[in-house]
């Protein structure tokens, strides 16, 4: 079968599938399938007017497939910590919080974050003022600028804490990022 003749099969449009049928598929998917089924689990978690339960179960299959799809290079984890922050806010903001599962907690998702984070605010603000100069290596330590976009309506949902106020200070030092 050439590839025209299977973009044409309609078994083969992943946004038709059930959640099961496409959870399945995820299990065993390479590299450009994959990316798909993150492509149509998120737009079915953002897909207004179905059951908070079931955009959940949506969004957890993107989480699921993202995390899969990475690869080991800087940038591949970076992109992917990044689409898991914001889809992760997504949820919170749009679905509100869910007591049963982590990556649906305002409290979570700041610690993950920190944790992403491998240099200090001080740190990736004295690399921006130079960024220009720096090799494509260190300009990529300043990818903290992509895993930090959520912040803005991340602080405001969490208690005061150690983790807030350093949130707080990356939010500010986002702005200096290239």
Not at 94 to 113: V, Y
Not at 117 to 123: I, P, Q, R, V
Not at 138 to 166: F, M, Y
């Amino acid at each position: 079968m050439n590839a025209d003749a299977d973009h044409e099969d309609p078994s083969r449009d992943l946004s038709t599938w059930t959640i099961e049928r496409l959870r399945s598929f995820a299990e065993e998917a390479p590299g450009r399938q994959l990316e798909a089924v993150r492509v149509v689990a998120t737009g079915h978690a953002y897909r207004a007017g179905q059951p908070r339960e079931a955009r959940q179960q949506w969004a957890k299959l993107s989480l699921q497939a993202n995390q899969r799809l990475y690869g080991d290079s800087l940038w591949d984890r970076a992109r992917a910590t990044q689409q898991n922050f914001m889809l992760r806010m997504w949820v919170i903001d749009h679905l509100g919080l869910d007591d049963e599962d982590q990556d649906w907690s305002p409290e979570t998702l700041a610690a993950d974050t920190v944790t992403a984070l491998a240099l200090t605010s001080a740190e990736a603000r004295a690399l921006a003022d130079h960024w220009r100069d720096l090799a494509v290596e260190q300009i990529g330590e300043l990818r903290h600028k992509n895993l930090t976009a959520h912040l803005d309506r991340l602080v405001d949902r969490l208690q005061p804490s150690p983790v807030r106020d350093q949130l707080l200070v990356w939010a500010e030092t986002r702005r200096h990022l290239p």
